[in-house]
């Protein structure tokens, strides 16, 4: 069937100042349940979760500051411990008229990792997870909401517990990746619907990014804050499309595509030679003192490892400062190293300082 709406008519629309709400309706791995402010969400459409940690907030507020959009809304419509039958059960009071949900226009589809403790073989898992997916999409189109899904957030569960093995033999991260992932993904395909794979990218962080598995996923199933962080940015690079996704040594300057600049094309100067290779440059004086954002860049580190941050300017004596994920940090040199960052989503700000003089080359990822 047709879409009704895509993730980048979302986008347009926050630029446009509407509230396009989008939901993200799943299991505790939604809800936040083992962040700092998690709690128990069980009741169905009867409340607006708007835990701070959970990444449904976070992608809120990264999405609000990208668009200058105060009332954009991403819905948490996680509960923890449930299972995508409990969300077929209570589908209307969870999405009918009278729920916080009910002027909602995209919804994602989680679900997949509980959902494999009402199981004892592969075969009834896959069947009856793919009947209750599709269920959910058809419902969510017969109340004209557009769906798109998710897969499952990864977890440390190679084998099934001891406490388990006889009650739950399908309690691993391999069975939710090989059945209700790969189920996703074929549902995706048929019903053209999106798809953001959590699981590909969560997956990366347990085992590249600079921190403990006892830091990101404390019990071995939930994300504590720093895995929601980092799954907020993993969201907001998918949608947003002015993000740069960087894997290997990149350079960032005034002609990245997804610059987004307030310096006015007819100041800049093309560079006829440069030895930092950096071939167009503001070096301008404009009227004013005052401090004026240049350029800035939400950046997404897909990279297997740390990547080390420079930035460049054009004279020593300029006023010109970065912030980055809002810390500011002064140019002091003409190339200042302003350290390295971890796996996931980095928020560059390129600022004037109190001064007439704009002066900026770019940044250097390596």
């Known amino acids: 069937m047709p879409r009704l709406y895509t993730l980048n008519d979302a986008w347009v629309a926050w630029l446009e100042g509407e509230k396009f709400p989008v939901a993200i309706a799943g299991d505790s791995t939604v809800d936040g349940f083992g962040t700092d402010d998690s709690i128990m969400h069980l009741t169905a459409g009867a409340r607006d979760n708007r835990n701070p940690i959970a990444f449904p907030r976070l992608l809120e507020q990264y999405l609000r500051e990208a668009t200058a959009n105060g009332i954009l809304r991403i819905y948490n419509a996680g509960h923890a411990g449930t299972h995508i039958k409990w969300a077929l059960d209570n589908f209307e009071r969870e999405w009918g008229n009278k729920s916080v949900y009910a002027d ?102 347990l085992q590249h990014s600079s921190y403990t598995l006892a830091e990101v996923i404390p019990d071995g199933l939930h994300f504590g804050n720093i895995g929601h962080i980092y799954e907020a940015g993993v969201m907001f690079a998918h949608i947003c499309p002015r993000t740069v996704w960087v894997e290997a040594k990149c350079r960032l300057d005034f002609s990245s595509q997804k610059a987004v600049t307030a310096v006015p094309s007819d100041k800049l100067a093309l560079a006829h030679s440069s030895k930092d290779a950096f071939k167009v440059v503001a070096d301008y004086s404009k009227t004013d003192r005052s401090d004026t954002k240049i350029m800035g860049f939400w950046v997404f580190n897909n990279a297997n490892r740390l990547l080390k941050l420079t930035a460049y300017k054009n004279h020593l004596d300029s006023q010109t400062y970065v912030r980055v994920n809002g810390e500011a940090k002064s140019l002091n040199d003409l190339e200042t190293d302003l350290g390295q960052y971890d796996l996931g989503l980095v928020h560059l700000e390129v600022c004037t300082g109190d001064s007439d003089r704009v002066d900026f080359k770019g940044f250097v990822l390596e």
Do not use: C
């Not at 090989?178 to 053209?192: C, G, L, Q, R, T």
């Open 104 to 205: 909602v226009r995209m919804a994602g589809i989680g679900y997949g990792i509980n959902d494999r403790l009402l199981y004892t073989s592969a075969k009834a898992y896959r069947e009856g997870f793919r009947d209750d997916v599709i269920q959910m999409v058809e419902r969510f189109y017969e109340k004209e909401i557009q769906p798109f899904l998710l897969t499952a957030q990864a977890v440390v569960e190679p084998g099934v517990h001891s406490d388990f093995i006889r009650l739950y033999p399908l309690r691993t991260g391999e069975w939710v990746n090989s059945i209700a992932n790969e189920v996703k993904k074929e549902i995706a395909e048929a019903y053209d619907l999106e798809l953001i794979d959590l699981n590909k990218y969560t997956e990366m962080f």
